[in-house]
């Protein structure tokens, strides 16, 4: 694992701050109070890479199905990271569960105010395992390719493997999320901002990834992000539940998988020069 990829080890302390969300909230998920705020200007760089993952299937012109999640703008303007199961209809929710393919799906950003800025198809996808095996909950990830590049106000983020066993023992890594969240009155179109620690757990079966920031519906799928001390955000894993009990919300790391395929979308490949770093357009 290369050296940015060790930051799990690394305990450093954030002290962010924001104004309260001024909205009522309904169906909170969140972990003791709730500590979701609105973007600061610290904030400028994560807000502008995140968005809204829409997906519909029509009938008659109708949507018949769909499913909606936060994703997050990873390597370059045309690479989005989510949650696998973000492209799937909620099962509890229609008889028969909907897979969503990349055709079926958008990615949509919004100003500071909520107006769209900008919708853009998918092109491409890959799927972590857990698309063939529900019981792989660190599979649970999919890497969009958009159409088109997003506007150059994004600005992608850089990612890194993460070592789950760096974060065991007590360990603990300072984390930011950007969400959409859909208990928030009629705040659905702009993301809020929340804090936490990140460690490991063994939950479920599984060495898992968990944290202590604040989730609501709609934000399976944000990038669970270490800001280093000199400010630069890296995306470390994503978001994907809450833990039955509510002690604290469960993630998918970025490991060997993802990890190779988010550089297989972000850098390209040119005939006898090897990989190359695409740039970042």
Aim: some cysteine.
């Amino acid at each position: 694992m290369s050296e940015v990829g060790r930051i799990a080890a690394v305990a450093l302390l954030l002290s962010l701050a924001g104004p309260a969300i001024p909205q009522v909230l309904l169906r909170t998920n969140v972990i003791g109070d709730d500590g979701r705020r609105m973007a600061g200007d610290g904030d400028a760089e994560l807000i502008s890479s995140v968005g809204i993952v829409d997906c519909r299937r029509w009938e008659d012109g109708r949507p018949s199905s769909g499913s909606r999640g936060s994703g997050t703008v990873v390597g370059n303007r045309s690479t989005v990271l989510t949650a696998a199961h973000v492209l799937a209809s909620n099962p509890a929710r229609s008889r028969v569960q909907v897979e969503f393919e990349a055709e079926d799906c958008v990615f949509r950003q919004y100003d500071a105010g909520g107006a769209e800025i900008v919708e853009v198809r998918f092109s491409r996808a890959e799927f972590g395992a857990f698309r063939r095996n529900k019981g792989l909950p660190n599979e649970d990830w999919v890497v969009l390719k958009t159409a088109e590049p997003l506007p150059e106000a994004t600005t992608p983020l850089a990612f890194a493997e993460i070592d789950l066993e760096a974060l065991a023992n007590d360990a603990r890594l300072p984390i930011v999320v950007a969400a959409f969240h859909a208990d928030v009155v009629d705040m659905r179109r702009v993301p809020l901002v929340s804090e936490g620690q990140l460690f490991s757990v063994r939950y479920a079966g599984f060495n898992r990834l968990a944290h202590t920031a604040d989730a609501g519906r709609m934000s399976s799928g944000a990038a669970i992000v270490h800001r280093t001390a000199d400010g630069r955000n890296i995306v470390v894993g994503l978001q994907r539940s809450a833990a039955n009990f509510g002690e604290f919300n469960l993630g998918v790391p970025v490991q060997t998988a993802l990890f190779e395929t988010l550089r297989s979308f972000v850098w390209g490949e040119l005939p006898g020069l090897g990989r190359q770093l695409a740039a970042i357009r």
